[in-house]
C-alpha cells in the first residue's frame, strides 16, 4: 500500500534532504535540466528519471493506482522489447494524496533529483496549483485533469477537456431527442469551472437549461437539490463531478422515484460507483476516450489482463498506457533531456497507435482527445455496457 509519507518505488536514489519542504518560492530556483550530460559509453545504460505524482491514498486512491498500473505496464513492456535501447526509464512512484500542496512539492523533489518527465495531476486543482513549479523547471507534465484552466505550454492533458466532453454531451442529446437539461455540479474547484463551461457552451446551443443545483463534494444526501431539479422537468441531467459523488446522485434519484437519464463526465465510470449503487445506477451514462475497437485498444486490453486478471481495463489504465508511450517515443526521438522532450512534445503532430481516441493524437495543443473521439457507456445491474 501506499502511504501519505511518500513511500519510495525507484531504487538507487538519493533521498531528498529536508530542506525539500520549504515553500513554492523554491520552485522558481531550479535547474532546468537542459545542461548537455555527458556523452554515454558504449553499452552503458542511460538512466532517465521520470517523476509519478497520483494519489495512492485518500478517496481517490483506487484511481490512482489504476494511472500507476498503466504507466508500469507500458514501461515493463519497452524494457522486455528492448525498443528503448540504452534507456533505462527509473520511476520514481509518490503519494500526493490529491493535495495540491503536496503535489507542488513533488514537482520541487523531481525537479532537484534531475527528473526530466512527470506524470501527474490526478484532478484539474492539482494541476493548476503545480503548474507555475513545472514551468520555472522547464519539466513536460502529463496530467489528467480535465478543465479549460489548465493552459502551460509544459502540461499536457490525457483527459478531455470539459469543453470537449460537454460538445460529446451535445451530441448525444441530439441523438436522443433530449430538448432540456437540468445542470448538476460540485461546489468544488472542478465543479465550478465545469458550470461555467456548461452555462456556456451548452446555453449557446439548442438545449434549453431549465434548472441548476450544486453540491459540496462530499454530500451523502442529495435528495434536496433532486427534488428541486426534477420541478424543472428536465429531459436529462448533466452532471460533472468526480466519481463518488454519484453514487450518492443515483441513490437519491431512486429514493424519489425519478427515472431520468443523468448524462456524467468521464468520472461517472469510476468503477467504485457499480460497487456502491448497484442497480441504482442503471440509467446513469459516462463518456469515454478509450476506443476498444482499434488495434491499439484490443492490444491493450490482452496486455492488461495478463497482468492484471484482477483489474479491469479503465480509461485511466488506458490514457497512462498512452501518455508513457508517447513519452518513450520522445526519447527515442527527440532525447533525454528535459529540453530535448518538451521539444519532442511540442511538435508531436501524429502520435499513432494510441488506445485511446479514435485519430493520432496532435499534441501540439496540449489536449489531443476531442468530443469525436468519446464513446458513451451506461451503467447496467453494477456493470457498464457500451451504448
Known sequence: MFNKKQRRFAVGRTALVAALTVSMVAACSLDSGNVTPPADEPGKPNTVLIGVALPFSGTVARTGNLYRKGLELRVNQARQSGELGNINIELDVQDDA??????????????????????????????????????????????????????????????????EQIAAVINFAHQNGFKTV??????????????????????????????????????????????????????????????????????????????????????????????????????????????????????????????????????????AYDAMSALIQALKEGGTTREAVQEWLSKATAIEGQATGKSPWNLTERAPIKADDLSFRVWRAGQTQAV
Do not use: C
Open 98 to 163: 490529491n493535495n495540491p500542496s503536496e503535489a507542488v512539492l513533488l514537482v520541487t523533489r523531481f525537479a532537484q533529483e534531475g527528473a526530466v518527465a512527470m506524470f501527474g495531476a490526478h484532478s484539474s486543482p492539482v494541476a493548476l496549483a503545480q503548474a507555475e513549479a513545472v514551468e520555472s523547471a522547464k519539466m513536460p507534465e502529463f496530467v489528467f485533469g480535465a478543465s479549460n484552466a489548465i493552459n502551460n505550454p509544459y502540461q499536457y492533458q490525457m483527459n478531455a477537456r470539459d469543453s
Open 182 to 319: 437540468g445542470l448538476f455540479t460540485d461546489t468544488g474547484a472542478y465543479g465550478t469551472s465545469a458550470k461555467e463551461q456548461l452555462e456556456k457552451i451548452i446555453g449557446a446551443s439548442d438545449i434549453e437549461i431549465v434548472g441548476s443545483e450544486t453540491f459540496e463534494p462530499t454530500a451523502s444526501n442529495l435528495t434536496g437539490q433532486l427534488v428541486s431539479l426534477r420541478r424543472t422537468n428536465p429531459d436529462f441531467i448533466a452532471m460533472f463531478s468526480f466519481g463518488t459523488p454519484y453514487s450518492a446522485v443515483v441513490k437519491g434519484k431512486k429514493e424519489i422515484g425519478w427515472d431520468v437519464p443523468i448524462i456524467g463526465n468521464v468520472a461517472a465510470g469510476d468503477i467504485a460507483i457499480g460497487e456502491i449503487a448497484g442497480t441504482d445506477a442503471d440509467g446513469l451514462y459516462y463518456m469515454t476516450p478509450y476506443n476498444s475497437t482499434s488495434p491499439g485498444g484490443k492490444a491493450l486490453a490482452d496486455a492488461w489482463a495478463k497482468a492484471y486478471p484482477n483489474d479491469p481495463l479503465t480509461f485511466e489504465g488506458a490514457a
